[in-house]
């Protein structure tokens, strides 16, 4: 896919959002991961990402894209 800003063209990856912390200290991390990294345990090229970030919603094909800022 091409950026929708600068138009370079982007890999493919994985947006997660996974819940850390205690139960009086719930903090959730969003990430992103290379599409060759899944399902492996310890993760190469993982970028932290902050939890709120622009979104793009196609009703045409009906995806949304997103934008993140890294930490």
Known sequence: MKCPECGKECPKGVIEAQDMGSLTQLTTL??????DQQGK????????LKLYGEGYYCDECMKVFAVFQEK
């Open 30 to 35: 969003l990430s992103w991961s290379p599409d």
């Open 41 to 48: 345990f310890i993760k190469k090229g993982v970028v932290n």
